[in-house]
């Protein structure tokens, strides 16, 4: 089933439907755009903080521990 036959068919079963159950779907709708927004701001965050020099500094410092100070190692 094709995109357009799918919002057809929702219709018509939406358009059955009481008036509070409609409702559920449109804030269901709702919830749905606001998590695709969500994610987008945060690929949007996550682009502009990996292409960020503000922590750049962190690279030019040396290790203060290495796997020698380990008392035990995960096998």
Same mark, same amino acid.
Do not use: C, W
């Given at each position: ?5 799918? !919002? ?5 079963? !939406?358009? #059955?439907?009481?008036?509070?159950? !409609?409702?559920? !779907?449109?804030? +269901? $709708?709702? +919830? ?10 945060? #690929?949007?965050? #996550?682009?502009?903080?990996? #292409?960020?020099? $503000? +922590? ?20």
């Amino acid at each position: 089933m094709n995109r357009n036959d799918l !919002i057809e068919t929702t219709l018509l079963k !939406i358009k #059955q439907l009481p008036d509070t159950k !409609i409702r559920e !779907i449109h804030d +269901f $709708a709702e +919830f749905l755009l606001m998590k695709i927004d969500d994610n987008i701001l945060l #690929q949007g965050i #996550q682009e502009l903080n990996s #292409q960020s020099s $503000a +922590f750049s500094y962190l690279n030019d410092e040396e290790d203060l521990y290495s796997v020698n100070d380990l008392k035990e190692q995960y096998k």
